[in-house]
């Protein structure tokens, strides 16, 4: 009997433990990628507007570079927050800057699930959406 006990509470903390996410791994500068038909991370490739970025900074803070279009980007900034345990990632925005305006303040909140994260690849779920969006990100150092 106790040994039917312990396997469970082994298998319900084992779990626990393997889902919870490596927050060391986010610290980088991340490339826009795509899922192909296997769910596999692949780069994009040469597109016409670039690719995005987005960089997640030890201290917290966040950064949204989007594609130059031409040289007129539109970067976003901000800070996010993990919580590791159950994979949820919040983003928040609270200014934007781009080539015509300048500056501005914004407050703009995003949460994802983290489906995947790798040394390598990032495959980000929107959560409290109407039309959720799946994200996905590759990192490539140089």
């Known amino acids: 009997m106790g040994k039917y006990f312990l396997s469970i509470f082994l298998l319900i903390t084992g779990n626990s433990i393997i889902a919870q996410v490596d927050i060391e791994l986010l610290h980088k500068r991340w490339t826009q990628a795509f899922l192909n038909d296997s769910n596999a991370v692949v780069p994009i490739g040469l597109t016409r507007g ?3 970025h987005i960089i997640f900074s030890e201290d917290g803070e966040l950064t949204f570079e989007g594609a130059p279009m031409c040289g007129i980007g539109l970067n976003y900034y901000g800070d996010w927050a993990l919580n590791s345990k159950d994979s949820i990632l919040t983003l928040r925005y609270t200014s934007k800057q781009d080539i015509f305006s300048g500056e501005s ?4 909140t995003e949460v994802y699930k983290i489906e995947k994260l790798s040394p390598t690849n990032l495959i980000l779920s929107e959560l409290n959406s109407k ?3 799946r994200l996905s990100w590759l990192y490539e150092s140089k």
């Not at 303040?105 to 703009?108: A, F, G, K, R």
């Open 131 to 133: 039309d959720p969006r």
């Open 105 to 108: 303040q914004i407050d703009e």
């Open 50 to 52: 670039g690719l995005d």
